[in-house]
């Protein structure tokens, strides 16, 4: 779901004319190649500028959308949290924040591998992707835990894969409204107003 949201978000962002460049970060499960492009052709990307075997502008690759770019995840790297850890990403969000209004950063599941860790010091914003009915709240609030404790810049949570039902309406909101309306003035007659 994280991809999806990165992705979407990206795409919005250069459909009000910002350029945005969207990174695969997901060295070991890249997803953002996969759902941009519908072959299974592996472009140059982060793996291979990490290890200097690419320059910045080898890795950045164009879409069918105007001022939407991005950077696969590249070539297979035997250890990412490692490659990760020596490297880092600095150099690279350093020179695409030069050419582009907007880089988002697609990472791993936080509670799979350490990988989203290592990337964090150059993040300002950061949103936590849940599955809906899917992703338990224990697993939410240990994520949650862990990114405060590494001093993330956690804006929020985005609620993924909602099921569309007409019976739910609004869900929290109508209960909050409805706590809010009935909670206090409960039972009592309704004044009017003079006019």
Same mark, same amino acid.
Request: charged residues 25%; contains cysteine.
């Given at each position: 779901?994280?991809?999806?949201?990165?992705?979407?978000?990206?795409?919005?962002?250069?459909?009000?004319?910002?350029?945005?460049?969207?990174?695969?970060?997901?060295?070991?499960?890249?997803?953002?190649?996969?759902?941009?492009?519908?072959?299974?052709?592996?472009?140059?990307?982060?793996?291979?500028?990490?290890?200097?075997?690419?320059?910045?502008?080898?890795?950045?690759?164009?879409?069918?959308?105007?001022?939407?770019?991005?950077?696969?995840?590249?070539?297979?790297?035997?250890?990412?949290?490692?490659?990760? @850890?020596?490297?880092?990403?600095?150099?690279?969000?350093?020179?695409?924040?030069?050419?582009?209004?907007?880089?988002?950063?697609?990472?791993?599941?936080?509670?799979?591998?350490?990988?989203?860790?290592?990337?964090?010091?150059?993040?300002?914003?950061?949103?936590?992707?849940?599955?809906?009915?899917?992703?338990?709240? +224990?697993?939410?609030?240990? @994520?949650?835990?862990?990114?405060?404790?590494?001093?993330?810049?956690? +804006?929020?949570?985005?609620?993924?894969?909602?099921?569309?039902?007409?019976?739910?309406?609004?869900?929290?909101?109508?209960?909050?409204?409805?706590? @809010?309306?009935?909670?206090?003035?409960?039972?009592?007659?309704?004044?009017?107003?003079?006019?």
């Amino acid at each position: 779901g994280n991809t999806f949201c990165s992705i979407n978000y990206s795409i919005r962002l250069a459909q009000q004319g910002l350029r945005t460049l969207i990174i695969d970060c997901d060295l070991r499960r890249p997803m953002v190649e996969k759902t941009l492009l519908p072959s299974n052709k592996r472009g140059f990307g982060l793996t291979d500028y990490l290890t200097g075997q690419k320059e910045f502008k080898e890795v950045v690759h164009d879409t069918d959308v105007d001022k939407f770019f991005y950077i696969p995840a590249g070539s297979d790297a035997p250890n990412p949290a490692e490659l990760l @850890a020596k490297t880092g990403i600095d150099g690279l969000i350093d020179e695409a924040l030069l050419q582009f209004d907007r880089v988002i950063v697609d990472s791993p599941p936080l509670h799979a591998v350490s990988d989203t860790l290592l990337i964090l010091n150059r993040i300002r914003t950061l949103c936590l992707v849940i599955r809906s009915r899917k992703t338990p709240r +224990a697993s939410v609030r240990r @994520a949650v835990q862990i990114l405060e404790e590494a001093g993330a810049p956690l +804006a929020g949570v985005i609620l993924n894969v909602l099921p569309r039902r007409r019976s739910l309406g609004y869900g929290y909101y109508d209960s909050y409204y409805d706590y @809010a309306y009935r909670g206090k003035y409960y039972g009592e007659k309704k004044k009017s107003a003079a006019v």
